[in-house]
């Protein structure tokens, strides 16, 4: 079976990508911020098991078997501090990435989980880091690959949706359009406004989640949902 962290060093190493990767360790989004600023435009730190993997505010995230997950942190320098739009870009980027490759039946929950019809495969943590002129961006991403955690309700994982070993030729094919999107995405983040081709993407997205409530979705990435209201994607 694919050893999903080694298997992700390896194709970095292919693409000359720097790459961190341990075992175990703490979180890779820890881990990177605690790097300090390398003169790459991005580089990554892959992991096999966190001992304390996290989510928004004060959630985890929770280890299935080793290996058995992509635990990934991609850092991206970038030329100005992203803005409030990086979220939903981000989700749209994995989301278009999983679709393009598996076509399941995704969809995305505001702020950013990916699920298969009413179960949780991923999700991301975005964080920035800025000092002075220096600017980049950290993109969190735990994905289900081969199985989930037992102690997490309605999750599922990718292998269980193909209903097929990932092999490393399709992981990596995967991992080439991800890299792609998550370059397009961090580029568009440094932006104001989200361009309306990838409003409308980011939308169907969200209205495939079961219990979605959105309307539409705004060009700085606000949410209209049911009776008129609007919610700021980062207040999710």
């Not at 990596?172 to 081709?197: V, Y």
Request: charged content about 20%; hydrophobic content about 40%.
């Amino acid at each position: 079976m694919l050893n999903v962290g080694q298997a992700t060093s390896e194709w970095a190493e292919s693409h000359k990508i720097i790459c961190w990767f341990e075992p175990e360790t703490t979180s890779t989004n820890d881990i990177a911020k605690k790097s300090g600023f390398i003169d790459e435009a991005h580089w990554m730190f892959v992991t096999n098991s966190q001992t304390k993997g996290r989510g928004r505010y004060d959630n985890s995230w929770s280890n299935s078997k080793p290996g058995d997950q992509l635990l990934i942190s991609w850092c991206f320098r970038l030329k100005s501090a992203p803005q409030p739009i990086a979220s939903p870009l981000l989700g749209w980027a994995v989301y278009k990435s999983l679709n393009d490759e598996f076509d399941l039946n995704l969809s995305v929950k505001a702020p950013n989980d990916i699920y298969v019809n009413d179960k949780k495969m991923g999700g991301l943590l975005l964080e920035s880091v800025s000092q002075g002129p220096n600017h980049f961006l950290c993109v969190g991403l735990g994905l289900n690959v081969n199985s989930s955690p037992k102690d997490v309700l309605l999750s599922t994982c990718l292998q269980n949706e193909i209903g097929a070993e990932i092999v490393a030729k399709r992981w990596f094919k995967f991992l080439s359009s991800l890299h792609l999107n998550l370059q397009e995405a961090t580029t568009m983040s440094q932006s104001q406004e989200i361009p309306s081709l990838y409003r409308a993407e980011i939308l169907t997205a969200l209205k495939k989640w079961p219990d979605n409530n959105v309307v539409s979705i705004l060009s700085n990435g606000d949410l209209i949902i049911d009776g008129g209201l609007k919610v700021p994607w980062t207040d999710l």
